[in-house]
């Protein structure tokens, strides 16, 4: 009796344990998921298991094959892969958070304002010099320190002096970047500690002189003299090497707030673009620890510690930080005329930019990178610096020897970063090219410089600036940024400035050079699986795929379907790495 009642429960037991559905922690279902894969499949649900996604399917397909502790109705919302910024400066975005703020200003006045403002606000002591060695642009309670103006933004379209700065603070060392990063206005007390004066060369550079100045004594001990205060370049750097270090603790709140932002706008991934291994060390602690969750792909500063290090030990990769390239600047920026063009400005004659560094310099570490197995990518805003850098790489994959391309080239992904102003020649010259060479772009800058690119180029070649289409029809592949804190942080501004080529005024009705127009799928694909592929992560990142990471974002809006003017209004209701939830709406 009591074998016939006990048989028929272990069938049972069997059986129950044959048909139990595997558990996973979450299932988000009900959803508009776009994958991103290569068909750029639309499905309804996604499991989710160990930070790792198991499946994407239909809402019947993921709930009778699985089980969940966790289980997400998100009622039709879309949802993306991780926002990926294919090029923006985190870490001295973070540091900015605690400079002045000049972004929108509309006059040196208002500038002179808010600096004003800034030094009453934040008169803190000195902080304790650093453990550690760290670059970056930082708050000292001896340094005000400010970015974000651009003179093109207002009524007098001029470069301003350093003037009032002296009248203001004489003792006290002042520098403020040019949105860009490429020009700074600096007083006298600053340009003393950083050793400039009058008639002082700067390779890469320049140190601006009073107009109609006639005293040409070269003087160090007449500091200002004869000077603006406006220092374009390279010549920037030499003030930024004289501000003190930032401290660690420093350091990691400019990290977490920076990281804070960017989960709120559903990036999961950035392209910090120019490191010091100093830095990094700082970022791989963080994130060891669980404090910085967000995913960063480093390009290392065209630097001697960090070729000291990095080419000894080779490229350096955790599910969070990847250290595989080096940056380097081919020219300046067209806002601040050190953009390296082929022939004059159209609105300065005689005058085509510069390089900033020699030609032997490029050519020396693409060599070695190369043979190292890191990625180059090299700034590139003028059309002349486009083309020396695209020969320079394309010479550096041809193997002389052979007669024909070095086999490594095909996968080293080398980027073009900004690719800004070009020429058919040099477009055409990349159909041509098997050596994978990527455009990396903002279309950002586009509709923030549309409004004066002409004035500088001129009709002719301002058809050639910002040409994405081009680009992507010849290199096949686009990765998609803001530059920030340059542009905006916001993808959504990507989003709405790739596709409908207008800035967030919705300026110019019928957009700008609307022939270079990306459409809503290629956008999407330039700020997720595109710019994956730029950093060698297609593999783990980009689309939501069996077994890659489940980094994704939820949105209020459905970007690929919506209207164009709730594009700017969409917002992230939440967004995922590795399956936690790091920001939230609710």
């Known amino acids: 009796m009591i074998k016939k009642i006990i048989f028929p429960l272990f069938i049972c037991f069997l059986f129950s344990c044959s048909t139990k559905k595997p558990e996973v922690d979450l299932i988000i279902h009900n959803a508009v998921i776009y994958t991103v894969d290569s068909s750029f499949t639309i499905q309804q649900a996604i499991a989710i298991k160990d930070g790792k996604i198991i499946e994407t399917g239909s809402n019947e397909q993921i709930l009778n094959s699985y089980s969940a502790k966790v289980v997400k109705d998100v009622g039709g919302k879309a949802i993306f892969p991780g926002f990926?910024?294919?090029?923006?400066?985190?870490?001295?975005?973070?540091?900015?958070?605690?400079?002045?703020?000049?972004?929108?200003?509309?006059?040196?006045?208002?500038?002179?304002?808010?600096?004003?403002?800034?030094?009453?606000?934040?008169?803190?002591?000195?902080?304790?010099?650093?453990?550690?060695?760290?670059?970056?642009?930082?708050?000292?309670?001896?340094?005000?320190?400010?970015?974000?103006?651009?003179q093109n933004d207002w009524d007098v379209k001029e470069y301003p002096n350093k003037t009032v700065l002296d009248s203001l603070f004489p003792n006290t060392p002042v520098i403020l970047k040019r949105i860009d990063g490429h020009a700074a206005l600096v007083n006298t007390k600053a340009m003393e500690i950083a050793g400039l004066y009058y008639g002082l060369e700067v390779k890469g550079g320049e140190i601006q002189k009073v107009y109609g100045h006639t005293d040409g004594k070269k003087s160090k001990d007449s500091p200002g003299v004869g000077l603006t205060g406006i220092l374009i370049d390279n010549a920037v750097d030499l003030v930024t090497n004289k501000i003190p270090l930032p401290s660690k603790e420093k350091v990691f709140n400019a990290l977490l707030a920076a990281q804070k932002n960017c989960f709120e706008v559903g990036l999961t991934t950035v392209d910090d673009a120019g490191l010091m291994k100093s830095e990094i060390d700082v970022i791989n602690e963080l994130q060891k620890n669980g404090k910085l969750k967000m995913r960063i792909y480093a390009m290392l500063s065209d630097s001697t510690p960090n070729?000291?290090?990095?080419?000894?030990?080779?490229?350096?990769?955790?599910?969070?930080?990847?250290?595989?390239?080096?940056?380097?600047?081919?020219?300046?920026?067209?806002?601040?005329?050190?953009?390296c063009l082929l022939k004059d400005y159209s609105d300065k004659p005689k005058w085509k930019g510069f390089l900033l560094n020699t030609k032997e310099h490029f050519e020396k570490y693409a060599k070695i990178l190369f043979e190292k197995g890191f990625q180059m990518n090299t700034h590139c805003i003028g059309d002349s610096a486009v083309?020396?850098?695209?020969?320079l790489y394309n010479s550096t994959f041809y193997d002389?020897?052979?007669?024909?391309?070095?086999?490594?080239?095909?996968?080293?992904?080398?980027?073009?970063?900004?690719?800004?102003?070009?020429?058919?020649?040099?477009?055409?010259?990349?159909?041509?090219?098997?050596?994978?060479?990527?455009?990396?772009?903002?279309?950002?800058?586009?509709?923030?410089?549309?409004?004066?690119?002409?004035?500088?180029?001129?009709?002719?070649?301002?058809?050639?600036?910002?040409?994405?289409?081009?680009?992507?029809?010849?290199?096949?592949?686009?990765?998609l940024g803001t530059d920030f804190p340059v542009e905006d942080v916001s993808p959504f501004k990507t989003f709405y400035a790739a596709v409908f080529r207008k800035d967030s005024k919705g300026f110019p009705k019928s957009g700008f050079q609307m022939e270079n127009a990306l459409t809503r799928e290629e956008t999407i694909k330039g700020m997720t699986i595109w710019a994956a592929y730029s950093n060698f992560e297609e593999k783990e990142k980009g689309s939501l795929e069996k077994n890659k990471f489940a980094d994704f974002v939820i949105l209020d809006t459905d970007p690929m379907k919506c209207n164009e003017n709730k594009i700017l209004s969409s917002k992230v209701i939440a967004t995922y790495i590795n399956g936690e939830k790091v920001f939230s709406v609710q």
């Open 84 to 150: 990926i910024d294919a090029h923006c400066h985190f870490l001295s975005y973070g540091l900015g958070l605690q400079q002045v703020d000049l972004v929108g200003t509309k006059s040196f006045e208002e500038v002179i304002q808010k600096v004003k403002e800034f030094k009453v606000q934040t008169d803190i002591p000195r902080q304790p010099m650093a453990d550690i060695p760290l670059k970056g642009e930082i708050i000292s309670g001896e340094w005000i320190i400010g970015r974000g103006w651009d």
């Open 307 to 339: 070729y000291k290090y990095y080419l000894e030990k080779g490229p350096y990769k955790t599910d969070k930080l990847n250290v595989r390239s080096f940056k380097f600047y081919a020219d300046g920026a067209l806002g601040s005329r050190g953009a």
């Open 387 to 391: 083309r020396v850098i695209l020969h």
């Open 400 to 479: 002389k020897s052979l007669k024909k391309e070095n086999t490594k080239a095909h996968d080293a992904r080398w980027r073009i970063e900004h690719f800004q102003c070009t020429t058919p020649i040099d477009v055409e010259g990349l159909l041509d090219n098997t050596s994978n060479i990527i455009p990396s772009v903002q279309p950002t800058h586009a509709t923030s410089d549309m409004y004066w690119a002409e004035e500088c180029l001129g009709k002719e070649r301002v058809k050639y600036a910002y040409a994405y289409k081009e680009l992507l029809k010849a290199a096949g592949t686009l990765a």
